[in-house]
């Protein structure tokens, strides 16, 4: 079955350093993969995406990796700051018909003044 | 301008009722998505409409559960005959297009006692 995991377990860092969340897959074959930023209460709102031919792509100060040999995507927060905590969720498209994401469970990212 | 909005954002029902949610998309999107985030699992999606097309209903986990699209905006997700692993924040999302970026609203809290 089709499964996406991310690191459970809460990532803790300080002000100013570079936060770095993973998400591996399986049983895909993503044309495209995104993230997601989820605060409590809320909705997830749509970060960045990156297909399958981009190696990386950033905006200001994020950071994506994707690498479809490893079957794995990394996201990079640089300069982090305390307005960066939430939890960080990585989609993929179930059968890439460009709408039916799949979300995995999210790393929830605390930083730290 | 408004984003996705949902109502109501809690309810509480009991195993065997039937239960309404409702999705108001953002205005002009043709694209309308629910999904389903049950505790420490990720967002599943359940159902896709795209203008007058017919919906996808392939994440729909059992005939219980169906959804209408009235008028190309407002949509009601229906569980008939609730159970308690129904509980869950059910969670709607639109978009412009069909594959564009998903807008999400807050999410309704569902709890089947």
């Known amino acids: 079955s089709q499964k996406i995991e991310q690191n459970s377990e809460a990532l803790n860092i300080q002000e100013g350093k570079t936060a770095t969340l993973t998400c591996n897959y399986t049983?895909?074959?993503?044309?495209?993969l995104q993230w997601y930023r989820q605060d409590p209460g809320r909705g997830p709102v749509f970060l960045l995406l990156i297909r399958e031919n981009e190696k990386e792509k950033r905006k200001e100060r994020l950071k994506v990796t994707f690498d479809t040999t490893l079957k794995q995507s990394l996201f990079h927060i640089t300069a982090s700051q305390p307005a960066d905590s939430a939890t960080y969720l990585c989609?993929?498209?179930?059968?890439?018909?460009?709408?039916?994401?799949?979300f995995g469970k999210g790393t929830s990212l605390l930083v730290t003044p | 301008g408004a984003g996705v909005s949902q109502s109501p954002s809690n309810k509480v029902t009991e195993k065997g009722k039937d239960v309404e949610l409702r999705c108001d998309p953002i205005s002009g999107h043709t694209a309308l998505y629910w999904y389903r985030q049950s505790l420490g699992q990720g967002l599943e999606f359940l159902i896709y409409f795209q203008g007058n097309s017919a919906p996808d209903k392939s994440g729909l986990p059992s005939d219980r559960f169906s959804a209408e699209r009235t008028g190309g905006s407002v949509s009601t997700l229906t569980i008939q005959r609730t159970q308690q692993e129904d509980s869950a924040v059910y969670l709607c999302?639109?978009?412009?297009?069909?594959?564009?970026?998903?807008?999400f609203g807050p999410g309704t809290r569902l709890t089947v006692l």
């Open positions: 999302a639109s978009s412009l297009q069909g594959a564009d970026t998903q807008y």
């Open positions: 989609a993929l498209d179930k059968t890439n018909s460009g709408y039916a994401l799949n």
């Open positions: 049983n895909y074959s993503p044309a495209y």
